[in-house]
């Protein structure tokens, strides 16, 4: 359901088929609009929704939680774990906030595991105090020489 009171729908046929559907505002079982997706729209859409929808509820998480913040940091060109492991930056050990997403080309990889490789301009989601997250952004800006 829309903010303004529209009702809308994916719907995914047995033969694999999605289609982006709009249902009629008088009678909401009726469909007024149906969409065809392709392949690569259906998996933009999804991932579209899945973004949003993470982004949410650690939105909610935040709010509900007293002094637990989010951000997003982007990894710089510069960084020294560009193409390192996400292990390698020890940032819940040395910060204790945690890195529990990361965006990637609309891609959302939720929860990486410590072989997660960096890529430069990744976009990594982290929970924690302000002083954590501060701390994770200080770790992901260092750079080779220093």
């Known amino acids: 359901m829309t903010e303004s009171g529209r009702r809308l729908g994916v719907v995914s046929h047995r033969n694999g088929r999605r289609d982006l559907v709009l249902y009629d505002p008088d009678d909401p079982d009726s469909c007024q609009h149906d969409i065809p997706l392709t392949d690569d729209e259906a998996e ?10 993470m982004l949410g509820q ?8 007293a002094g637990l913040l989010t951000e997003q940091i982007v990894i710089p060109a510069g960084s020294k774990y560009v ?28 929860s990486p595991d410590p072989t997660f490789r960096f ?13 954590g997250l501060d701390g994770v952004t200080s770790i992901l800006a260092e750079t080779p020489d220093g």
């Open 58 to 65: 650690l939105a909610g998480l935040r709010d509900q939680a």
């Open 83 to 110: 193409n390192k492991r996400l292990g390698d930056t020890k940032a819940r050990t040395r910060t204790s906030a945690s890195i529990v997403a990361v965006l990637r080309n609309g891609e959302v990889n939720v």
């Open 44 to 53: 933009a859409l999804a991932d579209i929704l899945g973004a949003s929808l």
């Open 119 to 131: 890529a430069a301009g990744d976009v990594v989601v982290v929970v924690g105090t302000r002083q």
